[in-house]
């Protein structure tokens, strides 16, 4: 019972993978929706669940229960949302993928030991490498993107992993709790302070962090729109539950630790805002908007405390319902799979109302704009990095949050004060009920943090 959303998520990609097996097209949307709701389901019956398993390699507690929910609503509203099966080829094997680059990242917030932490992320890796290529519509440019994807994903492997061998040299263990009780030595010394940032590497890639950001607008703009949406979300909620964890390492500040994040945070708010301001096509401009907020996301870190690590945890909760939100509605307009350009937008208010509504809460979401959750979210980053007494940073990541009004309110420009060209967008009535569900979580996000605050507080 203890493992039960580990094993659920292994039989669905099951699932899958035997219905991959037979002949014909079968759409499978049903099943699949049906599937990943019984999923959430037991993610939030498990809650609770504790316990520490395979020789205390993995640890299933409240911090780790938590994410796992995360995760499932993510998967869950990415399957709700792929609703086009001649976007993605394959449809049985683009499921049994997303099952288990899914159950990798649910390894992963369990695992409390190097080889368990590298074993999950490969896993989850492997599968989101076989994943970019199913699009239908490929181009030469495409598959450069798919291919770009995986030896960048294996480079950042290859570092991390030299890390881990430093750790491993320092504190004679693999395991999380040994490292812990070694810290204050080793991250005395900076060649201790490089292993750990090394050991961080795989992660920052996940999260697109400067400089492992190379990867990140080709795939978005290569890759399936749903592949995407997926890529965008759902590996970022479990970079940063590890990123905490690893963190965390320190138990107290550590200045040589610091200055390195703040460096790469600042490189990476500035050039995800500075770049998306001149970006045309709407899932390159979210690439970049992914850089800066991957920036943002290390305020948090710097506090090396709980109320830091409680904010990035609820700023990345806020982060996936922005962006499913986002991407929806360039979904929902793509009808063919091609990708959109920002003027692609025009007059989507006269079209579609409601599409432009949802665009217009995600973006002033993700501008940071009251009363929405990356308002709210920003806030609590922001001033977890001042009171740790990073003032600095703090300046040039409000600095950033201005730049940024520009390209996210274009959007919203585009949509309202623009003529209609085209005929109007039809919407059924599950269309309609997600953007209304994505619209409700960002608002209630911002305007009820501390309740989600707290939960998170007693995660860490």
Not at 85 to 100: A, I, Q
Not at 188 to 215: D, I, M, N, Q, Y
Not at 392 to 414: D, K, P, Q
Request: hydrophobic content about 55%; glycine content about 6%; proline content about 3%.
């Amino acid at each position: 019972m203890t493992l039960l959303p580990e094993i659920y998520t292994f039989l669905f990609s099951l699932v899958f993978l035997f219905l991959s097996l037979g002949k014909g097209k079968r759409p499978l949307f049903i099943l699949a929706r049906t599937l990943a709701v019984i999923g959430l389901v037991i993610s939030f019956l498990s809650i609770n669940a504790s316990g520490l398993l395979f020789s205390g390699a993995y640890r299933v507690d409240y911090f780790s229960q938590i994410f796992k929910v995360l995760l499932n609503i993510g998967l869950t509203l990415v399957v709700f949302m792929f609703h086009k099966d001649d976007e993605v080829d394959n449809v049985p094997e683009f499921y049994m993928f997303l099952g288990f680059s899914t159950l990798g990242l649910t390894i992963l917030v369990s695992s409390v030991e190097l080889i368990s932490i590298l074993v999950s992320l490969e896993i989850s890796s492997f599968s989101l490498y076989a994943i970019v290529p199913l699009r239908r519509a490929q181009t030469r440019d495409h598959l450069e993107a798919s291919i770009k994807y995986l030896f960048f994903g294996a480079i950042s492997t290859g570092i991390m992993l030299y890390g881990m061998g430093y750790l491993y040299a320092f504190a004679h263990s693999t395991y999380l709790v040994d490292i812990v009780e070694k810290t204050p030595v080793f991250l005395a010394r900076p060649f201790g302070v490089l292993a750990l940032l090394l050991t961080l590497t795989a992660f920052f890639f996940k999260l697109s962090l400067f400089p492992l950001h190379f990867w990140a607008p080709d795939i978005y703009e290569g890759a399936s729109d749903a592949t995407t949406t997926f890529i965008a979300t759902v590996p970022k909620v479990a970079g940063a539950a590890v990123l905490i964890r690893l963190t965390m390492l320190a138990n107290s500040p550590v200045s040589q630790l610091a200055l390195l994040l703040i460096v790469l945070a600042a490189f990476s708010m500035t050039l995800g805002n500075l770049v998306g301001l001149v970006q045309k096509d709407l899932k390159r401009l979210l690439a970049y908007s992914g850089i800066a907020h991957a920036g943002y996301l290390m305020l948090g870190l710097l506090s090396f405390n709980e109320d830091g690590n409680a904010a990035v945890a609820y700023y990345i909760t806020v982060y996936l319902f922005m962006n499913l939100a986002l991407f929806y509605v360039i979904m929902l307009l793509s009808r063919g799979g091609q990708n959109l350009k920002i003027s692609d937008l025009t007059g989507l208010a006269r079209k579609s109302p409601l599409l432009a509504f949802t665009l217009a809460a995600a973006a002033f979401s993700l501008a940071g704009i009251p009363p929405t959750g990356g308002f709210t979210g920003k806030f609590f980053l922001f001033v977890n990095a001042f009171r740790a007494g990073h003032l600095a940073i703090v300046i040039i990541a409000a600095v950033n949050t201005v730049i940024s009004l520009f390209y996210y309110l274009n959007l919203v420009r585009v949509s309202y004060s623009k003529e209609a060209q085209g005929p109007s967008v039809g919407l059924s009535f599950y269309e309609k009920a997600l953007c209304y569900l994505f619209s409700i979580a960002i608002i209630i996000l911002g305007l009820m943090p501390l309740t989600f605050m707290e939960m998170f507080r007693q995660a860490m």
